[in-house]
């Protein structure tokens, strides 16, 4: 299996704020990267899909980057309604599998 | 538009089998996507199970594939999970979602609210 290790696992930031999170794969994955977000008790929504496209209706402050191993995951400038846990997802082999999780909480 | 909606015990004892329902509106079925299984035990990640086309044509992840069986009812619009000899590791919420486009492998979009099963006698 591809293991996907997301840093940092915590973060805490301001509204306003640049915030990047970083998703590494255990071997290349191309561009076959998609990044969720999830709020308390709800469903995790699709953010961005192969690891660059951002998913109709998602706020133009996010966006995604990277190819191979390394990926990010930006939000530009920080709302109140983006603090909550992002996990990346690589979707090039079976199994699919998640990243740990990184908890963007308020400072 | 489409939605998803997870139904079964919430309760199961060890030893048992676990079954879930996903009643898809809004969409068919029979229309081109896989439709998959993805959990998450409580205050943890998410971890996939597993994916069905219409056809009946199955990828499990091999975690749970001896345990495990995903079918699909195109007559009711929805699809099922069965998991069997379960133990307390398997409680978890347990969502079901549509693959974004027509590949096994494309992201979950969108998804079901999902649903708790607790394994406990």
């Known amino acids: 299996d591809i293991q996907m290790t997301q840093s940092p696992s915590s973060l805490s930031a301001s509204v306003g704020d640049r915030v990047t999170i970083t998703c590494r794969a255990s071997?290349?994955?191309?561009?076959?990267l998609n990044w969720y977000q999830q709020k308390p008790g709800k469903a995790p929504k699709l953010l961005i899909y192969?690891?660059?496209s951002l998913q109709s209706g998602v706020p133009s402050r996010f966006s995604g980057s990277g190819s191979g191993t390394d990926f990010t995951l930006t939000i530009s400038s920080l709302q109140p309604e983006d603090f909550a846990t992002y996990y990346c997802?690589?979707?090039?082999?079976?199994?699919?599998?998640f990243g740990q999780g990184t908890k963007l909480e308020i400072k | 538009q489409v939605q998803l909606q997870e139904s079964g015990p919430g309760l199961v004892k060890p030893s048992e089998t676990l079954s879930l329902t996903c009643a898809v509106s809004?969409?068919?079925?029979?229309?081109?996507?896989?439709w998959g299984w993805i959990r998450q035990p409580p205050g943890k990640g998410l971890e996939w199970i597993g994916n069905i086309y219409h056809s009946g044509s199955t990828y499990y992840n091999p975690s749970f594939k001896s345990r495990l069986t995903i079918s699909v009812d195109t007559s009711k619009n929805q699809f099922s999970l069965k998991l069997s000899s379960v133990t307390a590791a398997d409680t978890a919420v347990y969502y079901c979602a549509r693959h974004r486009n027509g590949g096994s492998l494309s992201p979950f979009d969108p998804w079901g609210q999902g649903t708790l099963v607790t394994v406990s006698s």
């Open positions: 071997q290349s994955i191309s561009g076959y």
């Open positions: 997802q690589q979707s090039y082999s079976i199994p699919c599998t």
């Open positions: 809004g969409y068919s079925i029979t229309n081109s996507y896989y």
């Open positions: 192969a690891a660059s």
